[in-house]
């Protein structure tokens, strides 16, 4: 049954069972997801919600008998959109996770409060409306639902159409003037790197690379110190604001302990009492490193000036 | 089932919406909130549409999916330029007007 034929079934005022099974099953994926939009913690994981709410809705836009509305939807709303949702989110990166810090106090019970009222006010509002009878597009839609739209879009909604483009085209200016960076200094040069490197003294060699003398050379994986404790300057800066560090050392240190203890047993040996190691240094966590990022670039522009 | 289930369930998806944009801070979920709230608007138009039995609540929600995209260029792109000055896309630190 094509949908064209289902919206003229609707005229009754009744849908076919078949597009009642259909809705409820669309509804709740959709409203799942419009919840794990709003209440998941990553954005990353709110966009993914927000799209499969977007592809229910395309469903059920086919179904109601809008097929060029449907495809559209799944093509520029989850294929362009969320994907432009997805790239700003890859920039803009992982340090803008939300706090669950109020500045408000009480500010988020009161916001749910007044969502709450509002959806009670607006669907009883539905409910008090008399919309028992649904024409449905069979008539409308009887020479094609993309040929019924188009003479619509290129006879009545003309000027709003080509209204549009001009929407589009400034939309598009802004977007680059918005993003677009002049450079008014040169690049740095790599002498003039190094010798700033030297001048700062931070951190004059490359940064050490992870996993070494810790069980695995994965990325992941932090680079020990001569006492055992792990070095996170070795694991990239994203993998640690993340927290995505693997941490092997306390079961390396707990396998050269019991080394220790089973060759001091063959030698006949007492053990001194083992001091549980400290980290020389403070980790550097990610605050501690955006912290010391933003001071090295306050530097810098004071620098310029 | 009535096909007002679908009304139902926009006001219902607007909502949530709504509630996110007052509810997050971070700036992007507040875009993908506020996406949400005009696609359940878009949802009760082609309800209406269905409602009248005619294409012109299709039209506008075709014109409502061209604004939202103008719109999300545009607003992305001032998320990353404030992120790139203010480095955080919450919006809670966007405040340099304050006193």
Known sequence: ?305 | MNPVNYLYLSALLFTIGASGVLIRRNAIVLFMCVELMLNAANLALVTFSRLHGNLDGQIIAFFTMVVAAAEVVVGLAIIVSIFRTRHSASVDDTNLMKL
Not at chain 1, 131 to 149: C, D, K, M, R, Y
Not at chain 1, 225 to 235: K, R
Request: aromatic share 6%; glycine share 10%; hydrophobic share 50%.
């Open chain 1, 1 to 305: 049954m094509s949908p064209v034929q289902l919206a003229a079934a609707a005229a009754t005022g009744t849908t076919s069972t078949g597009e009642a099974v259909q809705f409820w099953v669309l509804a709740v994926i959709a409203v799942g997801g419009a919840l794990g939009t709003v209440l998941m913690r990553k954005a990353v994981h709110s966009a993914l919600c927000l799209a499969g709410t977007m592809l229910a809705l395309a469903i059920c836009y086919m179904a109601q008998g809008a097929v060029f509305l449907g495809v559209v939807q799944i093509v520029v709303y989850t294929g362009a959109i969320m994907m432009l949702f997805l790239f700003v989110v890859m920039l803009v990166g992982v340090t803008s996770a939300d706090s669950l810090k109020e500045t408000l106090k009480g500010q988020r019970w009161a916001a749910a409060l007044c969502g709450l009222g509002f959806g009670v006010l607006l669907i009883a509002g539905i409910a008090n409306a008399h919309l028992h009878t649904f024409s449905g597009l069979g008539e409308a839609n009887s020479g094609g639902n993309v040929q019924g739209l188009a003479r619509l879009i290129f006879t009545r909604y003309v000027w709003a159409f080509e209204v549009t483009g001009a929407l589009l085209i400034t939309a598009a200016i802004g977007a680059m003037v918005l993003t677009h960076h002049e450079r008014t200094e040169q690049r740095a040069s790599q002498r003039e790197l190094a010798e700033r490197r030297v001048r700062e003294g931070v951190q004059v060699t490359p940064l050490p690379a992870p996993g070494v003398y810790a069980r695995h050379n994965a990325v992941d994986i932090p680079g020990l110190l001569p006492d055992g404790t792990t070095a996170e300057v070795t694991v990239n800066p994203t993998l640690r604001a993340r927290g995505q560090i693997r941490d092997v050392s306390h079961d390396m240190l707990r396998r050269m302990e019991q080394l220790e203890s089973t060759t001091a047993d063959y030698l006949g040996r007492t053990l001194p009492p083992r001091r549980t190691v400290k980290s020389p240094r403070a980790p550097i966590t990610a605050g501690a490193a955006d912290e010391a990022a933003e001071a090295a670039r306050t530097e810098e522009e004071a620098e310029q000036q």
